[in-house]
């Protein structure tokens, strides 16, 4: 055991060749050298026998491995080791020198003892073969390769691979005095999509008083985190956070926008009326004020509504039945659904429509533009016509139309109105040239010829005859006017 022992210190120490290394230091051309010289001088080391079966060393390594292969080198023949050493050092002077030849040997193969043909496979031959398991472990590469799986990053270049969308772990961040540092990384960076997830992760990881003070005093990361928790519906977060900003109209507003989520319309009701003695501003109150009288009116006006139209008691109903239920819509359209349903209702009534203009101070533009909707849509010129007439402190009767008689005449075409109504408000039209369109675009040929003849266009009479139909009242009145 001694003798063994002995000659186990003398070749290593009178070996001419360096055990393998993993380190990243060396040359892969040498690497490759040693490599092949400690593979060649694995020759005659394992019997064939049991090969398909894995052997333990008495050192507990399997035999698989480099370590066992060195080991049982050093304990073989020592004239055979040097009498291969002569000729390993006369053939490997170069890369290309070392011989090719075909052999159905691999590297894994060797490891296992498979090693008593005449002639051994490459390095390169054997790392290439891929038809048989390879158990010898792989060239470490270098360390610039692994610093994408690193973790060591600091806080800019952490913004930075987010920025380029890589995966970072942030868990790394444990201070506050870092993470706080990887969110003014954040913000520099001006990518709303990196900040946010930055937020997340301090959400995520600091008290809620802590991570609050440090926004108060930076306001971009503020702004994304309130917008952030509004998106996703984190209410008490943001209503925690509005409070410690002493936002109280904001933290009003977020408490009054949760009647969205309220279904039952008599809840949603007591909520409205809750909500009117919020911290809200003088004009927001106003608001909470007449979305409260608004939903109220409606309940009313749907519980009779409702009755009339199960009754058949109302000819209208039974001609036009409703199409949707009036709760929750907003004031155009209840104003719109009152002209059309309760239009001569008197003003007492709350589903009357001078009701609703008086009670929520709704602009003479607006009432007329909703009024004329509904009441042309059910084709009751009269009720346009007296919508539009107004009377002087004299007593005349006069036509005045606040949203302009180019807009009536577009909504009552738009609700086929036949030309003689056409004609009637295309006359009262101001400007020359967009009469002329009008009337040429809607067919009121009167009108055409009225204007042309005030004009004294003798030439535009002339053309406009040919577009009017031979023989027609029309065509009598253009040649009256041009032979006069």
């Not at 070749?11 to 055990?19: D, E, G, I, M």
């Not at 800019?156 to 201070?175: H, N, P, W």
């Not at 009755?307 to 409703?322: D, I, N, T, V």
């Not at 059910?378 to 006069?398: E, P, Q």
């Amino acid at each position: 055991m001694s003798r063994v022992r002995a000659d186990e210190e003398e070749y290593w120490h009178s070996s001419k060749f360096r055990a393998f290394t993993f380190d990243d230091e060396d040359d892969e051309l040498s690497q490759l050298k040693e490599s092949k010289r400690a593979v060649n001088s694995l020759r005659d080391i394992v019997d064939d026998d049991d090969d398909d079966l894995e052997r333990v060393s008495w050192s507990g390594e399997p035999v698989g491995s480099i370590s066992w292969s060195i080991k049982e080198t050093a304990s073989g023949s020592t004239s055979s080791l040097d009498g291969r050493d002569s000729s390993l050092q006369k053939g490997s002077s170069s890369y290309a020198a070392l011989p090719k030849q075909a052999s159905s040997s691999s590297l894994s193969s060797l490891f296992k003892g498979r090693n008593k043909l005449p002639s051994f496979q490459s390095l390169s031959d054997a790392l290439t073969d891929t038809g048989v398991k390879n158990y010898a472990p792989e060239l470490r590469r270098p360390k610039a390769e692994y610093k994408d799986y690193s973790s060591d990053w600091s806080p800019k270049d952490t913004v930075r691979r987010m920025q380029r969308g890589k995966v970072c772990s942030l868990e790394r961040f444990r201070s506050l005095q870092d993470k706080l540092v990887l969110l003014d990384e954040a913000v520099a960076g001006h990518d709303g999509n990196v900040i946010t997830a930055v937020l997340i992760f301090l959400k995520r990881t600091l008290r809620r008083e802590i991570l609050f003070r440090e926004l108060e005093v930076r306001q971009v990361a503020l702004c994304h985190l309130i917008h952030f928790l509004r998106e996703t519906g984190e209410q008490k977060f943001l209503l925690d956070l509005l409070r410690f900003l002493d936002r109280t109209e904001e933290v009003a507003l977020s408490q009054y926008r949760e009647h969205l989520n309220i279904q039952d319309v008599e809840k949603r009701r007591e909520f409205l009326k809750g909500c009117i003695g919020l911290p809200f501003s003088a004009e927001d109150t106003s608001h909470i004020q007449d979305h409260y009288t608004l939903l109220e009116r409606q309940i009313i006006i749907e519980a009779n509504d409702r009755h009339l139209e199960m009754a058949g008691q109302s000819e209208l109903f039974r001609k036009y039945p409703r199409k949707a239920s009036i709760l929750n819509m907003p004031l155009v359209t209840t104003l719109f659904y009152s002209c059309f349903y309760h239009y001569t209702e008197a003003e007492g009534m709350f589903s009357s429509p001078t009701n609703l203009k008086k009670t929520f101070k709704i602009p003479d533009k607006q009432y007329v533009l909703t009024a004329l909707a509904a009441r042309a849509k059910l084709r009751a010129w009269g009720d346009v016509d007296a919508l539009l007439t107004t009377k002087n402190w004299l007593g005349y009767t006069k036509k005045k139309a606040p949203i302009g008689f180019h807009r009536v005449v577009e909504i009552l075409q738009r609700n086929n109105a036949p030309v003689q109504v056409l004609q009637e408000y295309v006359r009262l039209v101001e400007d020359v040239e967009t009469r002329l369109n009008l009337a040429t675009k809607y067919k009121c040929h009167d009108v055409v010829i009225e204007t042309y003849r005030d004009l004294k266009d003798r030439i535009q009479l002339t053309a406009y005859k040919c577009k009017v139909e031979r023989g027609s009242a029309e065509e009598e009145k253009i040649n009256s006017i041009l032979n006069n």
